[in-house]
């Protein structure tokens, strides 16, 4: 294993909160689908995973960085002691907490593993793509595939002896999955010959697994053009028998892999499948036309994936900041800044390095909560599902809605915060003797694969709202609403909810103002260009909204506990991210629905030669 220094911290005090506290874990566990699980259960994973993420992952994230993946003779190699914590991860059934006993996992909830997963993604999210790529894949099959692809594939998959990956982006198409130019002709035997390229494929090769699944999206000889005509096909890098075995190259070769600014120990592959008419694949499912449909159930865990590593490294970033501000002496303290004898303090005691720490504490915070409420709907739509059909379509209803949200204002914000903390070393955090210059070059990726976070918003505005006739859209907001009326006159925080309150309304307006540039040809460019805002304008609202009622929890438990208590600290932070968020953060969604109000057109209008250039 590399000699590393872990950087990685967090605070299970926190996540517990969450967890526990917030979202009432003990009233999800300890009956079907998840009666084997109980609060301690959930306690034990979540510490041994800090432990691992700490001891084997955090040591290899700024050396996998340096050295970064290299291609020697076809075969990609990953940065030394990728493999060894590979082996150790699946050995110690990390990522098999949430997985279906069917397939040889635990069967835990969703929401200790989004937790769990942003531990390991914190500590080295370069390397948990990899591990992270093949549940996604796997779950896939486990979902679509046909009895026999997932005794052939799934397991395998789940617990490390292969991995996996999807192989949309194609280099003339990028974001357009709809123009692919991959093909497949079938064969005599039920199987498809593969001929494309395709681009940017995190772990489209590496050295941890013994084999390499991909799932390949191909346009079938004579579909129909766009999206429509896409199937989605198993292509190994080696040939697979019956019973598992590999035999032989599958034509499946790396072209190469990409240079990036971040993410380094993530090899991001050019594949190239059937350059010598050798490529074979098998149709998920047997079915023809629904690769679009069946790839989506792979690309919604994905970017909920990358909604928790945008959470880990800002949360990451947090910490380590934190402690060297706490740690780091400059200048006098500023109610003494003329006398130039003063002692030095901590920089935590200047005004702005608190405003900076307490914007991050209050987003990682906020952000983390959004994604434990996601996790809950899920879970607690599995628990539903033919006992409550009522209750089972709003958790999925919720889930669908918020994972654009989870998505995209993660993302967005994880590379806004790390900056942040930057700024909070100074200049040595532009220097890699500290982990936040890594964090922010990692962490940009973020908003922009697995769908652009534009993507993200068309999704939400273009799809999400109006799902079920609006009905997921209405009740979120009802619960919103609810929360208001319950707490508008709250002798601590009536303010900052009245100022939810507001934001609330702005968002309203704005979503009619949507629904009526639709219905009006001229004004349907509008909507692209006001996509971004609203999403997140929603964001804001809904991390607002967690933050109050995380704070409205803590003051009631806070009253329980003693003066000398260390939850009573906990407990006042709380109330200071709600607090921070409602005056600095939530005005901002009443601004942003003023604008989109103006129904400013001016991207659309100027014309190209008045942007200027040659």
């Known amino acids: 294993m590399s000699t590393g220094i872990n950087t990685y911290k967090t605070d299970l005090r926190e996540i517990f909160f969450t967890l526990f506290e917030q979202f009432g874990f003990d009233q999800v566990v300890g009956q079907e689908p998840f009666e084997a699980w109980g609060p301690e259960e959930a306690k034990a994973v979540l510490q041994e995973g800090y432990r691992f993420s700490k001891e084997v ?3 290899l994230n700024a050396t996998g960085d340096r050295e970064g993946c290299r291609l020697e003779n076809g075969q990609v190699f990953t940065p030394k002691g990728f493999k060894e914590a590979w082996q150790k991860l699946y050995e110690q059934g990390f990522k098999s907490v949430s997985v279906s006993p069917e397939h040889g996992g635990q069967g835990g909830p969703m929401m200790m593993q989004v937790l769990l997963e942003e531990m390991l993604s914190g500590a080295n999210s370069a390397f948990n793509m990899y591990p992270g790529l093949a549940f996604g894949a796997a779950e896939l ?20 002896t292969w991995g996996g990956t999807m192989c949309l982006t194609e280099p003339h198409a990028g974001s357009d ?11 005599a035997d039920g199987t498809y010959s593969i001929r494309g390229t395709k681009i940017f494929i995190s772990g489209g090769d590496h050295d941890m697994a013994g084999n390499v699944i991909h799932l390949v999206l191909a346009r079938i000889d004579g579909a129909t053009p766009g999206t429509k005509g896409l199937s989605l096909f198993i292509v190994p890098k080696l040939r697979v028998g019956a019973d598992g075995s590999s035999s032989g190259s599958n034509d499946v070769s790396v072209g190469s892999i990409e240079h990036k600014m971040g993410i380094n120990g993530s090899a991001t592959c050019v594949l190239n499948f059937g350059e010598n008419d050798g490529c074979l694949g098998e149709l998920v499912g047997g079915v023809e036309h629904a690769g679009m449909s069946q790839m989506f159930r792979m690309m919604n865990g994905a970017r909920i994936a990358v909604g928790i590593q945008g959470l ?13 501000a706490k740690d780091r002496k400059q200048g006098a303290h500023f109610t003494k800044f003329k006398d130039p004898t003063a002692p030095r303090v901590s920089i935590i005691e200047h005004p702005d390095v608190r405003r900076m720490l307490l914007d991050l504490k209050a987003h990682v915070e906020g952000i983390r909560a959004l994604l434990v409420k996601l996790a809950m709907h899920t879970d607690k739509a599995r628990m539903m599902a033919g006992k409550d059909d009522e209750q089972a379509a709003y958790h999925r209803g919720q889930v669908e809605l918020l994972t654009p949200l989870v998505k995209a204002y993660s993302s967005d914000q994880a590379f806004r915060l790390c900056a942040q903390a930057i700024q909070v070393y100074g200049g040595a955090g532009y220097c890699q003797d500290y982990p936040v210059e890594q964090y922010t070059r990692d962490s940009k990726i973020f908003s922009i694969y697995e769908g652009t976070n534009h993507i993200q918003a068309m999704d939400l505005v273009g ?15 009802a619960d919103v ?3 208001v009326e319950t707490h508008r006159e709250h002798p601590v925080y009536g303010e900052a909810v009245r100022q939810l309150a507001a934001a609330q309304e702005g968002i309203m307006s704005s979503a009619m103002a949507v629904l009526g540039w639709s219905q009006d040809a001229a004004k349907v460019p509008l909507i692209p260009l006001s996509a971004n805002r609203f999403l997140q304008m929603m964001s804001e609202l809904a991390v607002g909204w967690l933050l109050l009622d995380a704070a409205v929890i803590a003051e009631k438990a806070a009253e329980k506990v003693s ?15 709600a607090l921070w968020f409602a005056r600095n953060v939530l005005p901002n969604v009443e601004q942003a629905a003023r604008m989109m109000a103006l129904e400013d057109s001016s991207p659309v209008e100027i014309p ?3 942007f200027g250039g040659n």
């Open 563 to 577: 003066e000398s208590s260390p939850d009573k600290a906990f407990y006042e932070g709380k109330k200071w991210s």
């Open 481 to 483: 609403g609810g929360f």
């Open 312 to 324: 880990a490294l800002a949360s990451a970033a947090y910490f380590n900041a934190l402690d060297y």
């Open 608 to 610: 190209v030669e008045a």
């Open 463 to 477: 799809r999400k709202m109006g799902q079920a006739g609006g009905a997921h859209f209405q009740q979120f907001m």
């Open 141 to 160: 099959l486990a979902e679509c595939g046909t009895a026999e692809q997932k005794k052939l594939y799934v397991e395998r998959m789940l617990n490390g």
């Open 57 to 59: 992952l955090g040591p």
């Open 177 to 187: 999955v709809g123009a692919s130019k991959t093909v497949a002709k079938k064969n």
